[in-house]
Antibody, heavy 120, light 107 residues
Framework: EVQLVESGGGVVRPGGSLRLSCAAS????????MNWVRQAPGKGLEWVSG????????GYADSLKGRFIISRDNAKNSLYLQMHSLRAEDTALYYC?????????????WGQGTLVTVSS | AIRMTQSPSSFSASTGDRVTITCRAS??????LAWYQQKPGKAPKLLIY???TLQSGVPSRFSGSGSGTDFTLTISCLQSEDFASYYC?????????FGQGTKLEIK
């Protein structure tokens, strides 16, 4: 059974940093690309970032302006999102989602999310 | 970046109705389009990918069509469990993007 478990969320001050993790199990991790998708309270889904199977190709939402970095450790079956210069508008539930193929694709499995709150 | 526009934003319908949600891309995306269903407090669930391919386990009352810039999600006979929010997503190129969502409510 495919499982994606996010962690690392919490309350952080504006301007602060946070690192999210996603532990994957139930499938061969390095056969798939991965994504981060977020959802602000009461709002819709926003794609944040994606990475291919070996980390050689990454993509980011234009709205992030270079503040976030996606990475993966295939030896640990883990996906990460390093977030810097956090703002109130980054407050959201952050989902880890598997891509349907090694490089690109739709999101076929999702975790339950980790909540990030940016507040002073 | 490719912008995805869904309509309507919200819609009221009754059990048994046929419902269609539309999604338009700001540029051609071939058939690289997915539809997701999300219920309150839950993670999104994949319904359809490649514009018209039903994900395994999804009821056949759900169908998708379109290519290029215009796409539709149709629910042929609404069931009580279908009242939820629906999102389209393009995965043609980075940055991927979602539509703003359609909230389907009980009339």
């Amino acid at each position: 059974e495919v499982q994606l478990v996010e962690s690392g969320g919490g309350v952080v001050r504006p301007g602060g940093s946070l690192r999210l993790s996603c532990a994957a199990s139930g499938f061969t991790f390095d056969d798939y690309g991965m994504n981060w998708v977020r959802q602000a309270p009461g709002k819709g889904l926003e794609w944040v970032s994606g990475i291919n199977w070996n980390g050689g190709s990454t993509g980011y939402a234009d709205s992030l302006k270079g503040r976030f970095i996606i990475s993966r450790d295939n030896a640990k079956n883990s996906l990460y999102l390093q977030m810097h210069s956090l703002r109130a508008e980054d407050t959201a539930l952050y989902y880890c989602a598997r891509s349907s193929s090694r490089n690109y694709g739709h999101c076929d499995y999702w975790g339950q999310g980790t909540l990030v709150t940016v507040s002073s | 970046a490719i912008r995805m526009t869904q309509s309507p934003s919200s819609f009221s319908a009754s059990t048994g109705d046929r419902v269609t949600i539309t999604c338009r891309a700001s540029q051609g995306i071939s058939s690289y389009l997915a539809w997701y269903q999300q219920k309150p407090g839950k993670a999104p669930k994949l319904l359809i990918y490649a514009a018209s391919t039903l994900q395994s386990g999804v009821p056949s009352r759900f169908s998708g069509s379109g290519s290029g810039t215009d796409f539709t999600l149709t629910i042929s006979c609404l069931q009580s469990e279908d009242f939820a929010s629906y999102y389209c997503q393009q995965y043609y190129s980075y940055p991927y993007s979602f539509g703003q969502g359609t909230k389907l409510e009980i009339k």
